[in-house]
């Protein structure tokens, strides 16, 4: 269980005697929490959803259930069943929440048609390899061997060889959870999909990450029966290789990495300003605290751009609607619009990127270069100053 989801568990008092279910034998996710205000536990087929007291309201919308169906949601204090709907995108919105009864923790239960908790469908499939290191016997069927202990490598150190799993049908899929040979290497990739194995569509593009994780999760929503990954960058003596390449057809337990954006003018973060919580909350830059205000993941969009999402508020970074050049950007619930959707593009200074608007085209900017705290985030046309320069750095 991660530590934010054990706090929320530790906090937890007499409302174990009726909600207890909702956590003993349970794991966290599959979702990652969202500071203060909710977090997920699941067992089996039912997923709970936890809200706290930093959560306000009745009504409660989860992230995406891919393309399970849900069977009931209830109250866990009283199993009463609750209203709920699901939209296009599979996230369940639930309304009628009892907020008053476990104030410290409302719980709901969600049952699905299936496990909540996803299996690796690219498990014991074929996979291929453009290169392998066939005298050490590092074929690429050892990455779809589901053990760490075995992996794929390429013949040599060069970058542009590529790893392909075969499914075996055009499936929905979710996402894919790549475990790298070595820790703390900056290896640099592109994931794809393709139906016939022909034509191939972007589903990651981390060809710019300077992450250096071993184990990288990637989620986005695809109908595949190809994954290739091919490897784009790699450190100096260091090849291309995976122990595991593993492939989901549902929601999988979001283990994202988490950001800060340091800006390169005045090496100040990204940061929502007074730690807010709420929409139209605005952006400035301010020194690293190590406040989640100033955290955010990453979730891939299907045109190869992000949301970048907040960890403390669960918002997203967001060009208001309308704005002008030289707006000031904020923070807004999900309205699955492009300017919410950010493209990384790497800049001409090594490890940084600019951050650029997907409706707008304009870049996230520091105002007027200003290197001052609580200086406005802007947006503005590119212009290749340091004050739009990015480096995203996985704390
Ligand atoms: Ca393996």
């Not at 392998?132 to 990455?143: D, L, R, V, W, Y």
């Not at 499914?167 to 393709?194: C, F, H, M, Q």
Request: charged share 20%; aromatic share 8%.
């Amino acid at each position: 269980m991660p530590a934010a989801q054990a706090d929320l568990v530790r906090r937890i008092g007499a409302f174990m005697s009726s909600c207890g279910s909702a956590v003993y034998g349970t794991r966290g996710g599959p979702w990652q929490p969202v500071d203060g205000q909710y977090g997920f536990t699941s067992r089996g087929d039912t997923f709970y959803a936890h809200l706290l007291p930093g959560y306000s309201g009745t009504s409660f919308t989860t992230p995406s259930i891919g393309d399970g169906q849900v069977t009931r949601v209830f109250d866990v204090a009283t199993g009463a069943a609750l209203s709920h709907s699901v939209d296009a995108a599979g996230r369940v919105t639930i309304v009628g929440i009892d907020r008053a009864r476990n104030p410290e923790d409302s719980v709901v239960g969600v049952v699905l048609d299936r496990s909540v908790q996803p299996n690796d469908i690219a498990a014991g499939r074929t996979a291929t390899a453009d290169s392998q290191e066939t005298g050490k016997s590092n074929t690429a069927a050892k990455a779809v061997d589901s053990s760490t202990s075995t992996r794929w490598c390429a013949a040599d150190g060069r970058a542009g060889h590529w790893l392909k799993v075969d499914l075996g049908a055009t499936k929905p899929i979710t996402g894919v959870r790549i475990a790298w040979e070595l820790d703390a290497k900056n290896y640099r990739y592109r994931v794809e999909g393709s139906t016939d194995n022909a034509t191939w569509t972007s589903l990651s593009d981390r060809t710019g990450t300077s992450s250096t994780r071993q184990v990288q999760v990637l989620a986005f929503t695809a109908q595949a029966r190809y994954v290739r990954v091919t490897v784009t960058g790699l450190p100096s003596g260091v090849w291309a290789s995976i122990r595991n390449l593993e492939v989901y057809d549902r929601p999988i337990t979001a283990d994202v990495e988490v950001f800060k954006l340091v800006n390169r003018k005045s090496g100040k973060v990204l940061d929502i300003n007074g730690a807010s919580t709420a929409d139209g909350a605005v952006a400035i830059q301010w020194p690293d605290t190590g406040g989640t205000n100033q955290r955010f993941t990453l979730t891939p969009n299907p045109d190869g751009s992000h949301r970048l999402v907040n960890a403390r508020s669960g918002k997203l970074l967001n060009s208001p609607g309308g704005s002008a050049q030289g707006a000031q950007l904020d923070q807004w619930s999900d309205t699955d619009s492009d300017n919410q959707w950010w493209t990384l593009v790497p800049s001409s200074t090594d490890g940084y990127h600019r951050i650029v608007n997907v409706r707008t085209g304009w870049c996230v900017d520091v105002d007027s270069g200003s290197t001052a705290d609580g200086a406005r985030i802007v947006q503005c046309p590119g212009n290749g100053g340091a004050n739009q320069d990015w480096q995203l750095v996985a704390v």
